[in-house]
Nanobody
Framework: EVQLAESGGGLVQAGGSTRLSCTAS????????IGWFRQAPGKEREGVSC????????KYVDSVRGRFTISSDNAKNTVYLQMNSLKPEDTAVYYC????????????????????WGKGTLVTVSS
């Protein structure tokens, strides 16, 4: 079974930065796309970004492209989401997730395809 554990988040001022981490079991790194979803109050969960560690490919939702960067440290089984130029609308619970699929522009990063979820970590961006 794949296990995912998030860390990071908290309260950040608009324009600031923070980094989320997701430590995953080895099997997730070898066979899965790993990434992040977020859910703001009253809104549906949306895919933010994913990475396929074995291939090095990444994908971003348009609203975060150019501000967020996803990366992986394969030796540490950890995926990072560096979040810069944060906006109040980035406020949400961020969930780490893994899926048995590729992560590139040919595949949708949607919750329907997710096989495992982390418990989530709250990011609050104050204006």
């Amino acid at each position: 079974e794949v296990q995912l554990a998030e860390s990071g988040g908290g309260l950040v001022q608009a324009g600031g930065s923070t980094r989320l981490s997701c430590t995953a079991s080895r099997s997730a790194f070898d066979h899965y796309a790993i990434g992040w979803f977020r859910q703001a109050p009253g809104k549906e969960r949306e895919g933010v970004s994913c990475i396929e560690p074995s291939a090095g490919t990444t994908k971003y939702v348009d609203s975060v492209r150019g501000r967020f960067t996803i990366s992986s440290d394969n030796a540490k089984n950890t995926v990072y989401l560096q979040m810069n130029s944060l906006k109040p609308e980035d406020t949400a619970v961020y969930y780490c997730a893994s899926a048995v699929q590729h992560c590139n522009e040919n595949y949708y990063w949607t919750q329907d395809n997710v096989d495992y979820w982390g418990k989530g970590t709250l990011v609050t961006v104050s204006s």
